[in-house]
């Protein structure tokens, strides 16, 4: 193994401290997973002045892909007391914070907030593997080009209503350490992240109607979709497609 140090200018991946990878043909129109054990890094350095030139935007939707790992990796077959915990925190630091991020985007301590917060939720998912919303959004990006952690996170708010019956413990937790009441305060956070600055429905991107039948059959990735803790019919998927339309 070459010795590597791994220095992470987004808050998105969190791929310092996985042994994911992914290829995307966009002429071929396939996505390729890769994993090993050398992919891990010997040293991981966090620096949040790296992040400052993002645009806001793209901070956005970096913003986004971590909180779509951390839920992943809750409502996750594959989870343990660990992986939890640190999905958990990665939630709760995002949600806590980024509404004053949009109004103060050059902020370093906050950066620094939003580059933990991914690390957190990289640590969480290469426990667990990501599920469904992943699974869902890989058509997405393959023939709309549209962003990881925009199509990956835009199943989110369906996904907690499905997953909630079996995820009841991890989101009253949640819901308290974020001062609110119930799911449907959550969702309303969520749902201000990309507010006015982000397209975030599948008709802004160029999806028609007639199209979601297709993504529908897309959809299934293996290694991905049955890691969702419920498991999901056609029927489910296609309403999910529908609800983000």
């Not at 509404?99 to 640590?123: P, Q, T, V």
């Not at 975030?200 to 299934?220: A, E, F, H, M, P």
């Not at 991905?224 to 497609?241: A, Q």
Request: glycine share 4%.
């Amino acid at each position: 193994k070459v010795p590597s140090i791994f220095i992470p200018t987004t808050h998105g991946s969190g791929s310092e401290v996985t042994m994911w990878g992914t290829v995307w043909d966009m002429k071929e129109k396939k996505k390729y997973s890769i994993s090993h054990p050398y992919l891990y890094p010997n040293f991981a350095i966090l620096d949040g002045s790296l992040t400052l030139s993002l645009p806001l935007n793209i901070s956005l939707t970096s913003i986004l892909d971590a909180l779509s790992h951390s839920f992943e990796a809750i409502w996750n077959k594959n989870a343990n007391k660990v992986s939890t915990e640190y999905a958990i925190e990665a939630i709760c630091l995002i949600l806590k914070n980024v509404n004053r991020f949009k109004k103060k985007e050059k902020d370093l301590y906050l950066r620094k907030l939003f580059l933990k917060a991914s690390n957190i939720a990289g640590l969480a998912f290469s426990r667990t593997k990501t599920a469904a919303a992943h699974s869902i959004s890989y058509p997405l990006t393959i023939n709309y080009g549209i962003p990881h952690g925009i199509a990956s996170s835009l199943p989110l708010l369906q996904l907690l209503r499905i997953n909630e019956r079996e995820i009841k413990n991890e989101l009253s937790i949640i819901l308290f350490n974020l001062g609110i009441k119930d799911l449907n305060s959550l969702i309303n956070l969520i749902q201000q992240i990309p507010d006015g600055i982000i397209k975030y429905s599948l008709k802004d991107w160029g999806v028609k109607r007639k199209d979601i039948n297709g993504l529908v059959t897309q959809s299934y990735t293996k290694g991905r979709m049955e890691n969702n803790i419920v498991d999901l019919l056609e029927k489910d998927i296609y309403e999910i497609y529908n609800k983000i339309y």
